[in-house]
C-alpha cells in the first residue's frame, strides 16, 4: 500500500516536472504541427482524381512512415530527462536515500514518460472529429491505430528510460535511444530485404512498421502487443538492474 | 568476492530475461491472435472460408499457397493481411517468394509448376494447381473510353479468390460448367449490359472452367460438364436436345435454367414449348406470365422489375439473410402443391428459394402491358420466382443418382446490368451460391467481395483551408497559450 503511494506521489511529481518545463510545450508544438502538416498532405492528397483507395485517418495513423520516423525522435526527447537529469544534477541521490525503492523510482518515471506521449497524442483525436464533418468515419480502425501508435510509443518508452539510467548526459541517452530505435525499425525492414527463410520470419515478425500498418487498418494485433510488452518490460528490468547497481556503487 | 557473484548472477539473470523474451514470442508466433475491428469485416475469414479450411483439413490435405506479388503492389499488403488468417490454419501453408530478392527460387518453383506469369499467387495440392492474378483480387469501376483516370478499385476479392484456389486444388477433379448456345442465349462472353460476362468471370474466379456446347449438333453433354446453364433461350430447343437433357439429368445432372418472363418473344406462347412441356412431367409449371408486384416494384423502373425476399431454408439462401434480391421480367413457376404432390414424379423433392410477395400477380396477357391489372385469369400471388428441385433415378443396376435443377424466372439478374443485374450484391450471392452449390461445393457459396473504405474527399478550396488552419495555426497556438498561462502562474506563484 505503502509503495502504491510512493509510487503515485512520484507519478505526480514526475508529471509535474514535466508541465512545469517549457520543453513539454515546444515538444507538443512540434508534434502537432508535423502531425498537422500531414494530416493536411494527406486530405491533400485523396483529394486527387486518381487517389488510391484508403481512409484519411488510416493513412494518418500508420499508412506512412513518417509518423514512425517522428515518433522515434519525440520519445527519446521525452525520455531523455528521467534519469540522465536526476543523475548529473545529483537529486537522484535525494530520492534513494528518502527509501523510495528503485523499483518504485523506475516504475514511476516509465509511467510519467509514457503518459506524457499519450498526452501528446491527445489534440490529435480532433482530427477524426473534424473528419466526420466531411466524410463517413470508421471507427473500429481509428482506435485500433491509436491503441497501435500508443502501445508502440510506451514499449519506445521503456528503452529511452533504460538508456537514461545509463548516462548523466541527455543528449547521449536520447541520441544511444534514437539509434538502438532505429536498429528495431531497420531489422524489422528484413521482411523486405531478405528472400526467405527464418531471419525473414523474424524480420516479420518484429517489423513494427507494417505493425503500425495492420493497427491502422482495423486489425488488433495481439502478436504484436505481446511483442511490445516483452520489449518493454525487458528494458524496464535491465534498467531497474542498473540503477540497483548504482546505488551498490 | 561478492562483486564477482553479483556479477555472475547479473550475466545470468540476463540471459534467462531475454530467453524469456524470445520464448515468449516465439509461443506468440505460432498463434494468430489478430481480431478484425472493422464495421464491415474487411480482414476476417467468413464462415464458409472456415468451413472450407476444415473440410481440407479433414482430408488431410494440405494447401501450399506461393505468393509470387511484387511488393509494391497494393494487393500484396492486402493479400498479406487476409492470408495471416488463413495461415493459422493446418490446412495451409502460406510461402511468399519474391522474384527481385531471390529470382532462382522463384524460377524454380515456376519451372516445376510450369508457369510463366508474373504478380500471381500460385495454390498447389499434390499434383493439382492453379494461379490467379493479381488483378483478379480485386473488382474494378467501370471506366468510359474518354475517360483519363484509372479504373478504380471498387470491391475486394481476396476471400473468395483464395478459397476457391484452395477448394479447386483440393478436389479430385477440375469443375466444368456448360453454356448451351444455339437458342439465342444471353451470352457469357458478351460484355455489354445484355451479356452475362460479370457472372461468367465470377465462375471462372470461383475455378470452375467454363466450355460451351451446342445441343442441337452434340451427341450426348460431355461427361466432364458439372452444370449445364441454359441462360434465357428464346429459341425452341428440339426434341433431340431435349433427349440429351434427359439423359444428362438421368445420370445425375445439375442444370441451372435462366427464363425470362416471354414478352419479346412472338408468339410467345410456343417459345421454349418442349422445355417447358418436359419439366411439367416433373411436375414443374414454367407459366407464360410476367410477375408484377405493386408494393415491391423498384423506384425508377418499369413494373416488371421488383425485389422479392429469399424463402426457404436451402443451404443456397440460409445465409442470405433478409436481403432482397431485384428480378425483371420475371416470369412465375409453379411447383407440384399438396393436391397434385401425388400426381407427380416418385422421389422427387422440391423446395421453393425466392418469392415475391402476396400483392403479387402474374399477368398472363404480355400483349397489353400497357394497362396492366390484377384479374382472375391471373397467376396468383405470392409467385415463386426461383425454384429448385431434384429427383432420384436408378440406371438399370439399381444405382442410384440424383438430377437437380434450379429454374430462375429471370436471366437479367445475371446479365450486366447495372442496379438490377450480377452487380447487385444479392444477386450476385444468390447466383455464386447456386452456382457452388449444383457444383458441388457448398461451402464456398457466395463470399461476398469487401467493400474499401473508398474515400476520395470532395471538399471545396475553403473547407481545405478551413481545416488547414485548424491543425495548423489554432491547435499549436492553443498549446502555446496553455504553456504561456502554466509559465505565468508558476513565476507568479515562486515570486510571491
Known sequence: MRALQQLNAMILRELRSYFLSPMFYIISIAFLLMNGLIFSVIISALQQPDAPHGAVMKSFLGGNEFVLYYIMFVVPIITMRTFSEEISTGTIELLTTVSISEKTIVLAKYISASLIYIILWIPTLLYPIILSNYTHIDIGPIVTGYIGLLTLGCMFTAIGVFFSVWTRNQVIAAITTIMVLFGIFGAGMGEYTMASGTMREVAIYINIWSQLENFSQGILDVNALIYYASVAMLF?????????????? | MISKRYNILLWLAIVLALLSLVLINCNAAYHNWRFDFTSDSY?????KTKDVLKA??????????????DRLNAAYADTKILLQRYNVSDAVDVIYMDQDRDPAGTKAILDRLKIKENNIIVFECGQHQRFVKSTGLYEWSKRSPLDKNPAKVIGFRGEEVITSGIMSVSEDTPKFAYAVIGHDERSLSNTGVDGCSKFAQAILRANIGIKTIATLNAPKIPEDCNLLIINRPRSIFKPHEIKLLDMYLKRGGRLLLLMDAPIEIRPYQSANINLKNYFKKWGVTINNDLVIDSTQNLAGFGAGTLSAKVFGLHSVVKRMGNTPLIFSNARSIDLPTDKTAGKVQKDMDWTPLVRSSQDSWGEQDLSKLTSISKDAKDVQGPCNLAVSFSRLFKDAK??????????IGSSVLASNRNAIGFEHSSNYDFLMNTVNYLTGREEVSGIGPRRPENVRLNLSRSQLKVIFILVMLIMPLLIALIGLIVWYFHRSKRFR
Open chain 1, 236 to 249: 524496464l528490468w535491465a534498467a531497474l538492474q542498473r540503477a540497483e547497481a548504482k546505488r551498490w556503487k
Open chain 2, 56 to 69: 481440407v483439413k479433414h482430408k488431410g490435405l494440405k494447401v501450399k499457397i506461393y505468393v509470387l506479388l
Open chain 2, 43 to 47: 480482414f476476417s475469414l467468413s464462415p
Open chain 2, 398 to 407: 439399381g444405382k442410384a443418382t440424383i438430377a437437380r435443377v434450379f429454374i
